[in-house]
């Protein structure tokens, strides 16, 4: 038999106190130099584990001086009294000692109040849940994030809310004088610029050098970001600003008072020059993708398309149009246009112009979608944001009239130029389009409703099954579709009569994916302070990249509906390795999963009810046979009517 090995009796502190020995020792005699038979030195044998070094042994052993008091009133509560001015409500974000000073003062001297603080696992989650709270209170967040490797983090999700014109406050913290930095830790974390990790899709940004030069950048910046065009700004926080006290150099400090900026509006000529052609027009389109900012927009947009009889294509950045409404058209109208007015397109060339991936050697196809002769408008923000690195601004494209401006703000001026410009003898051909439009809206409809029904018994449940039994359990509630990440063929958009701005909140704009998860839960706050049902359709993808995001929504009682669109994959890039292989005339290799190597997210399984469950969540599945959804989906409404957030884990067909 083995003897038994004697365990190793040291206790914490008869190892600490010898290893400080050892660490004295070695600090007093340099070890000698060990002599080989050729007579050179050799380095001397390093044993295995190092012992700590004297000045680790002496801080963890040495009884802790008094620390010194720091007298006058600290930097970063003066901070603090501008940050409040501004009524930021909360403040997401994960906690590193580049900001510690800030943080101490929110939270003590500010009493985490506007804002008040949510612990986030990851920085990614901190922005997104302040992008998708701005697309329902209308308000922007604060974040405060690690400035080297916290930023590095969150620039993802910086970008998507570039992409999406959302406003975000980022503060980075960082310790700029190199003389009086912390060593070690802080001075890695430190960088000269911060800011130019994201100052390639932030609006502006800046790195204040005194309390009063805080004050302005941080009222500025709250300014820029929330002026249409709306986007993400930063601003880099030396450690050292906000730690010292304030200075008493005779500068006495004060708060810039903020006053929003008015959105820009089209130039009057072009609005005439617009109302003139759409007035004249046989076939008029009105195509829109984040043309409404508010509940406002929505109803202009209806005043609008009624007084041209107009049809109108949602692109469905945001709820522009409500999809109940008989002039609500597919993107395929375009094709008989002889006017189209886009209002805040992310991609005008894409709305007229059709790609496809399977020209020869591998370079696409592209199709116009529209007669020749069709004449095009524009009225979008985004022209005055444009930027020269990343790409987001897609395609080149000529229109006729085109206007640098807010679309929400031009829109009551060119209603009001739309209805006089209207001849008195087109009237009647304009009530009759009117009438067409009725009836293609009910055909259309009927089809859509067909469509749905296909494989309704199927399992994994198909996608409309997910989505409309999802809707029979919230209709009668006071609800908002926060996000709908992955792909569930629209169905959302397509068949739940969406008519209020927060029924639908539009995806991430950057399309970068772990959006779906964060927004949702960001949305859900704003959602829970209006007393509003929040519902999400989350995919598994998505929820994967940061999913400590729902401990967020545990912790902070934020309560969501999450319904998992669980195709197990990574579903579109499923079909583009798929199409490759199908070009090169070869059998995609599944490794024994369902999708081609890398695409797939099985063997083993993902229990994400557990998931959730162990960060606080109310979870249940994974249900494969349809007929039980229903009745689960009953049950998680109640579990977040309650206050709770609930996630239920359901594998469905991949689209
Ligand atoms: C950050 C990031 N990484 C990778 C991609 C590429 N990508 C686009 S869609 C997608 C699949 C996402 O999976 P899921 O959320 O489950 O949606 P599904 O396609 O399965 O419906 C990926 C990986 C991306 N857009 N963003
Ligand atoms: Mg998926």
Redesign the pocket.
């Known amino acids: 038999m083995a003897r038994k090995q004697p365990r190793p009796e040291v206790s914490r502190r008869k190892f600490l106190a010898a290893a400080a020995v050892a660490g004295a020792t070695t600090a007093l005699a340099p070890p000698a130099k060990a002599a080989t038979t050729d007579g050179s030195i050799s380095a001397p044998r390093r044993p295995s584990a190092l012992p700590p070094t004297m000045q680790v042994a002496v801080a963890e052993t040495a009884t802790p001086k008094e620390l010194p008091r720091i007298g006058g009133v600290p930097g970063s509560d003066f901070m603090v009294d501008v940050i409040k001015t501004l009524d930021i409500k909360y403040l997401p974000s994960n906690p590193a000692s580049s900001f510690r000073a800030i943080h101490e003062s929110l939270i003590n001297y500010g009493g985490n109040k506007l804002p008040e603080f949510l612990t986030c696992a990851h920085e990614e989650s901190a922005v997104g849940m302040a992008h998708g709270y701005f697309k329902v209170a209308g308000k922007p967040l604060m974040t405060l994030c690690h400035g080297t490797v916290g930023l590095q983090h969150a620039t ?1 999700a910086i970008y998507n809310a570039w992409c999406d014109r959302v406003p975000v406050i980022i503060v980075g913290g960082n310790d700029l004088d190199a003389a009086h930095r912390p060593p070690g830790v802080p001075t890695i974390h430190s960088a000269q610029d911060i800011n130019a990790l994201v100052r390639d899709f932030t609006k502006w940004d800046d790195t204040p050098v005194s309390l009063q030069h805080f004050a302005q950048s941080f009222v500025r910046a709250y300014k820029i970001a929330m002026t249409p065009p709306y986007g993400p700004v930063a601003i880099s926080l030396d450690a050292g600003l906000q730690q010292e006290p304030i200075r008493n150099n005779g500068e006495k400090l004060y708060i810039p008072r903020y006053v929003p900026t008015s959105p820009p509006q089209g130039d009057s000529g072009a609005v005439k020059e617009a109302a003139r052609l759409l007035a004249n027009a046989q076939n008029p389109v009105i195509v829109v993708d984040r043309a409404a900012r508010s509940e406002n927009g929505v109803q202009l947009l209806v005043q609008l398309a009624e007084a041209l009889q107009a049809q109108v294509i949602d692109q469905g950045g945001r709820m522009n149009f409500p999809s109940t409404h008989y002039l609500r058209r597919p993107p395929t109208v375009v094709g008989n246009a002889d006017v189209i007015l886009g209002l805040e397109l992310t991609d005008f060339w894409a709305t007229v112009n059709t790609y496809i991936d399977n020209g020869e050697h591998g370079i696409g196809v592209n199709t116009t979608k529209i007669k020749p002769e069709t004449k095009l408008i524009s009225i979008n923000s985004s022209e005055l944001l444009t930027k020269a690195n990343y790409q987001d601004f897609q395609r080149f494209q000529s229109v006729d009239v085109s206007m640098a401006a807010d679309a929400e703000s031009t829109l009551p001026a060119l209603i009001e130029a739309v209805k006089s410009a209207i001849p008195d003898d087109r009237k009647a051909a304009i009530e009759k389009r009117g009438e067409a439009a009725r009836k293609a809206f009910a055909e259309a409809r009927e089809r859509t409703k067909q469509a749905a029904a296909l494989a309704w018994d199927a399992s994994p449940v198909s996608t409309a099954r997910l989505v409309m039994e999802t809707w029979a359990q919230i209709k009668d509630l006071d609800w908002s579709l926060v996000a709908s ?3 569930v063929s629209n169905w959302p958009r397509r068949l739940w009569p969406m008519e209020k701005y927060y029924h639908w909140l539009g995806a991430s704009g950057g ?4 959006y779906g998860a964060p927004a949702s839960v960001g949305a859900a706050l704003a959602n829970r302070d209006l007393g509003r049902f929040s519902v999400s359709i989350q ?4 929820l994967m ?1 940061a999913p400590g995001v729902l401990w967020t929504a545990a912790r902070h009682k934020i309560p969501l509906l999450a319904v998992m ?1 669980n ?1 197990r ?5 499923v079909m583009h390795v798929q199409r490759l292989s199908n070009f090169r005339n070869r059998v995609a290799s599944l490794g024994g999963d369902m999708g081609p190597i890398g695409t797939s997210i099985e063997n083993p399984d993902i229990e994400y009810q557990k998931l959730a469950e162990s960060m606080g969540w109310w979870g249940k599945g994974p249900i494969k046979d349809p007929a039980q959804l229903g009745p689960a989906l009953k049950e998680a409404v109640a579990v977040v009517k309650s206050g709770q957030p609930a996630l239920l884990n359901v594998w469905t067909q ?1 689209r």
């Open positions: 993802m990440s992955g792909n399309y970068g994916v772990g995919s598994d993808g998505d990249y669109h195709n994959g990574y579903h579109q890039e991949p």
